[in-house]
């Protein structure tokens, strides 16, 4: 799910799923909250969408 919420927010098609991976997955994987490890990631991808603009 949160996958497809990102496809219009990344220039590249594999953007997305490697950002998670790098941000979530691994963070959640050293003990983070995996909300708010979601919530930071979806945070930074809007912005850096938004710097796009």
């Keep these: ?21 790098n941000q979530v997955v691994d963070a959640v994987g050293l003990g983070a909250d995996e909300l708010t490890a979601i919530n930071a990631w979806m945070q930074q991808l809007q912005a850096t969408k938004a710097g796009a603009m």
């Design 1 to 21: 799910m949160c996958l497809a919420w990102a496809a219009d927010k990344c220039n590249y098609p594999n953007h997305a799923e490697s950002s998670y991976q």
